[in-house]
């Protein structure tokens, strides 16, 4: 089992769901960030003062997959959130060593 | 306007040319009873709409538009100050501030009349020109209420409560009160010949030269200047916005205590001056910052119905174009680059808005009176009567506060929360609550 | 007030006294013209504009005090209720409540009178004293929408929209509009000479102690007692708290049916009887827990306006203060201590305020009646007189509530939510929709 | 009502009959006077009062029901536009708006009258029947001020914002100000004959008619028909819609100019048909959808004030239900089907809501017209009447609209953000700010 | 030290945490967060239309163990937050390589 | 490649953020959670009744950085984010697989 934890920009939420649904994928967790990179914050106005703000929204979805899995999801995580502009996000994959279903106590692969 | 009769009327001045004018034209029933004086229901039911517009001004006007511009973990805090505003401004108002106000002439500075204490005095049946006399106490009361509360945006996020009540309860009676006196209750300011139609001197400027000593005396903010401290609910803001420009219309036009010619007048320059000035000070940031902001909007539009408040009632609407376009760029100013400048954190601009704009508001109303609005005298000559109005009020407001605030922290410690207080914002720290639960 | 005529006037008494004094000071227009019925302006102006505010005070007063004290998944059905009781109350009103409460008595319980049926028969040019009956009538339905809408906050976060809508409508006709005709329509509690200026019993004692009834009906939310329940959203609730106050002045004041000395009294004791309650409450929590909140000032000035409701005319602003004061201890009593002890869920503690604090205001009204309320009566019969109105009111309406409550459970099952329903929450489960996406 | 005297009344007709059965009965003071025209403190009193009402549709009332509605990333943006519309309005309205709108009649198309440019000429205590002139002017001007307010809603959350001030200004000029001389200032339509009392053609066909034609221009959102759209924050769009009812008491029954039966009248028949189509549209909702939403509500309350303003005083309460019920059903086909079929992207609804309930008002005032408010015509003869009026609108206002946008995009470009403006939303990328910082 | 992911229903917060504390945890971070999974979403209406809001509202508990509590603590979550009705939610186990504590600089279990 | 997840008070998020910037980190990513430890929440008061938040508010900092980064970034976080007081937070750092970059698909350290 794998986590894939993916830091796409807001507005590519849709397209990175339905591409995911699309490959079966039957569940996601998806957390609202604020993240902080290469990109650059935009300015705001404050009564005649300019500041930055770094600090950008960012939605990341974690993804529990069977290891055999791992490649085709990134790909598609890839291809569904790139806009090739800088602050298009990252993928971290990371190794799961338990999953567990609460309704059924389902453990492992059945528990995804 | 000197309504014959024994008791001092609010506006001793300027009316009169505008009314001779109108009673010649149209002459309202009220008017065949001269001699006796006789209550007027179209005048009574406007002050009683415009007591519940001017307390809309405060409730929930003021309280959201400085509420949301604090952060999330004050605005409670914010919301709470006007809302004891409400409750012990209007409290001492009935008990001494309408005597103290209104009452005897005493040297000029201030009044007193034991009848008025707690208005036991005041019979119900008892008329003030056309109107009850109970209710145009209580049209006073309501600046009362707005006034100290004006000043709490400069001391926002910093402040404790118990001092907050302390400190505004002793500021309305040692300045406010005065003041009110000076200008409307038969004082030297008004017997000068000072035109203040609503409160130019009595209300903002007081207000707002008060919160400049009481932001120098409390210190910034502790994250001021570190990191940007951006409004927490600009919708919350707009709203103040609008209700206070709606709620102007009674304070203004309502200054008039009379649903007459004037009234009208003064509702059309409100409105007038709060639209160009609102238009001013988005094309100055259009310019200066190349964006147009909901909070210079807003802030533009307030400034212009602070310019127009002393003249409202003594310029034309095009007089009132031209004050409240001109006020944006001057309170601009204060507010966008002296206050960085001076390095003072007037955490609201009440200052740069209330302070500047009062200022300029009463200078324009001698630069723009029309010749009704003057009595007897010249523009130059009414400019001077102004400037010793102005000079007096910017002197007398801010030592006044600073002696408070000097006796306060000698008698009760520290005025401001702790660093942590600060830190976990005073909603949680003075009041153990939490605005959003979401 | 006994205006020569043949219509039922609404406050049938206490006004003399008042009206006789300013009568001789200050004559108005319309005097003059005693014997036949004339419009004037000057109170017409003032009763549209009361309409406004006492519209004003359930939308959107009311919905915002009450959607901001529940959780954020709620929210939306209590703006719902409010909403709708606007839409039914408001056609329930003109379809047969004027006529119910203000047709020809009948047996001194119920009006009727089938000309105001839909308002068929109430021509434009009809007058009510100086207004427009039109007008009268509709003043009156504002307060048909704001009662049954206080009683929402007792079954806050439970009570299904359909049974919801079908019970306000029953409550309306069986208890609201019978009390309406028994105090002011000329049944048997105004003949008997009960003091209920602006609804003391018939809104805040009505509904109050009907709220009671439903939420032990009813039952506490299935999270009471377990985790603690916060408002969702503080500004709200001040937002409402503050249009409460600004248009209980149409409320008070508008109750008079003139912009005349009565009215303004009305006003002064108003808002000065919530200044004193709000301050009131705070120092009771600061003494109690050491901190004062926002939420105690809200609850304090509602407390405050209720309890001035029915003697706003009849007292003196420094009885007002007196009467504000002590309510606030009353109430708290009721909300912080018997609520718990007893273990009712009276979710926004509609009981606790209005149940109690009209209670309070109704007797308080005599011990503190100024003499010229008082029409050929000591203080010690008026308030035995008030103790019979309020006593009837305290048992008739949560009665009916409850053989309501008991026929509408077994016609239409359960009345509340389903579980689940409760824990998503209703504004998912009633209305498919979500108060924030933020 | 042709007052004798040589100014144009806004109403022109309808008011006759009813007027003359008043006069019977309850002669006003001020009509003593009829020969020589004497100010009345109680209609000023009301018309002050007024102005601040619809002055509070705009602001905050509108401002919130579009701004609760948008996602929060664009919420700024509609209340900026809502500011700025009373900012460049209330000048435009001084500076030439009152004189085209009401100046002398040019071939029934617009007026003019140089005196009135800037308000130069209008003396403080010049009168317009019983109130002063200049009150009379800025009654008006809050209604240019509210109507392309209304248009927003259509282009909401896509159209940049100079261009969005340069278009409301344009027309303005070009479709408003004629409109509203046509119909109310001595132009064709209202000399025809046709009834609107509060603007069902000036303002919301006008309004409704171009919001239609710009959002085809404009093209979709690029979100429109892919994600749902959900409102950002409802309890806003409540607190706009109850504010819009209740400051249309004053856009209705300020349409009298005075505090009579006819006001009366008007308020009656504006807050009952509110109450209808709020009732119907959650009627429509539960069996449609087997849920009433409190969007529903809201949009039904503010669908029945749209459909009653032009008849408001032409109708009896009963007739005031039959036309709100029935608009619900009619905008709802409009607002769930049509627009759907259809694909175009009218974001708030404007055509559906103010475009249709504008239209059916109209012709409903015929319909369901009193006998009293048809002058000497048969109801199928008023009706042929609306019909041309309602037409003229239906056509002039949406050509004119695109002419405007088509030369706007020929001289400005492209008046859409760019695509990466509307993803990060109007707030940031027109205005640099932020709604929320929670 | 393992890190036990739980993404469960928010109502049945407040019963998990009694049931953690009961065995002795000391701690736990909790983060809102919306779930996409086998459990339909609910319709939503505006306005006449009706649209499917997919992502439902769940709250995710970080819990930072010593490795021979996992067991117990995954036993203890499941009973306390299951409900037997899909959407009940996961739990995701995963192994830590290290524990600070920021305010002494502990490591490792001290830390927990 | 390692992830270092820091929960810390609200308010030390900019002085963190500064000392991290001072290590030329380039990218961070902040999620806004609650936290529940040895630190004890605040009474609030609704009406009269005394209640306990238990949940404090609490900023997580999610950081990926090359494995031979992790001692000083450990180490400067703790510096800036120490107040000495109870609830200062923790540090938990795990092992991460892979790291891809949206915007171009590169992966590994490159990808940071
Ligand atoms: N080292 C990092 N650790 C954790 N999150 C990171 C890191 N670097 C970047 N991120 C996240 O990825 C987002 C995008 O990174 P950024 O450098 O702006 O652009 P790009 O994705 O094009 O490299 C950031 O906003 C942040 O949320
Ligand atoms: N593969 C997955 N990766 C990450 N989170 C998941 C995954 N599958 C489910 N979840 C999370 O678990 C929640 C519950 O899952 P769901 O399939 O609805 O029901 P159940 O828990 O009964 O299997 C989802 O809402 C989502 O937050
Ligand atoms: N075992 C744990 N698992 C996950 N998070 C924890 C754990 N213990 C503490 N935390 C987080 O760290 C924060 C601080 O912990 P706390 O015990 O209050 O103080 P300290 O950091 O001084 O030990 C908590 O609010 C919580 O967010």
């Known amino acids: ?112 | 306007m000197r309504i014959p009769g024994n008791f001092p009327m609010r506006h001793s001045k300027g009316c009169q040319g505008l009314i001779a004018g109108v009673a010649l034209l149209a002459v309202s029933p009220s008017a065949h009873a001269a001699e006796e004086a006789v209550l007027d229901s179209g005048d009574t039911a406007w002050m009683l709409m415009s007591c519940a517009l001017v307390l809309l001004m405060t409730l929930p006007g003021l309280a959201l538009f400085y509420g949301g511009l604090v952060r999330s973990k004050n605005v409670l805090s914010l919301l709470m100050q006007c809302l004891t505003s409400a409750a012990v401004m209007g409290l001492i108002w009935v008990l001494v501030g309408y005597s103290i106000a209104f009452g005897a002439d005493q040297h000029g500075l201030w009044g007193w009349d034991s009848a008025k204490v707690g208005l036991r005095g005041v019979a119900p049946e008892a008329l003030h020109g056309t109107i009850p006399e109970l209710l145009f106490a209580m049209f006073q009361g309501m600046f009362l209420i707005i006034t100290p509360a004006l000043m709490i945006g400069a001391f926002a996020e910093r402040m404790r409560f118990g001092p907050y009540i302390v400190f505004s309860s002793l500021w309305a009676i040692l300045v406010y009160l005065p003041l009110a006196h000076m200008v409307w209750g038969g004082g030297w300011i008004g017997e000068d010949g000072a035109l203040d139609f609503a409160g130019g001197l009595v209300v903002h400027m007081s207000s707002g030269y008060s919160a400049l000593a009481a932001a120098l005396f409390l210190g910034p903010r502790k994250d001021y200047g570190k990191v940007p401290l951006p409004p927490h609910n600009m919708p919350l803001v707009v709203i103040g916005t609008a209700l206070l420009w709606v709620g102007w219309f009674g304070f203004n036009a309502g200054s008039e205590l009379a649903a007459d010619a004037t009234a009208a007048l003064a509702l059309v320059t409100t409105t007038t001056a709060a639209s160009a000035a609102t238009l001013s000070w988005i094309l100055i940031e259009w310019i200066h910052h190349g964006r147009p902001t909901v909070l210079g909007a807003a802030t533009g539009a307030v400034a212009g119905l602070v310019a127009i408040t002393p003249g409202c009632a003594f310029v034309t609407p095009l007089s009132a174009i031209a004050i409240g376009f001109l006020c944006a760029p001057i309170c601009y100013f204060f507010v966008a680059l002296v206050k960085i400048k001076m390095g003072y954190d007037d955490s609201l601009d009440v200052f740069g808005v209330h302070g500047i704009g009062g200022t300029w508001g009463a200078l324009a109303t001698a630069i723009f009176a029309a010749p009704f609005a003057l009595d007897g005298v010249t523009k130059g000559e009414q400019l001077w009567i102004q400037l010793k109005g102005v000079g007096f009020t910017a002197l007398y407001a801010p030592v006044a506060t600073l002696l408070i605030l000097v006796l306060m922290r000698t008698l009760m410690g520290n005025l401001r929360v702790s660093d942590e207080g600060e830190h976990v914002g005073l909603d949680q720290s003075e009041h153990s609550e939490n605005a959003y639960v979401l």
Chains 1, 5, 6 share one sequence.
């Open chain 1, 1 to 112: 089992m794998r986590k894939i934890e993916c830091i796409i920009k807001p507005f590519k939420l849709d397209e990175v769901k339905a591409a995911l649904s699309g490959l079966g994928l039957q569940g996601m967790t998806v957390t609202e960030v604020k993240g902080f990179g290469r990109q650059k914050g935009h300015t705001e106005l404050y009564r005649g003062a300019e500041y930055v703000v770094d600090f950008l929204p960012k939605v990341k979805i974690d993804l529990v997959v069977d290891d055999d899995r791992v490649d085709q999801v990134v790909e598609t995580v890839v291809q569904a959130a790139q806009t090739g502009r800088i602050g298009d996000g990252k993928i971290f994959v990371s190794a799961l060593e338990d999953v567990i279903r609460i309704r059924t106590g389902e453990q492992g692969s059945d528990a995804v």
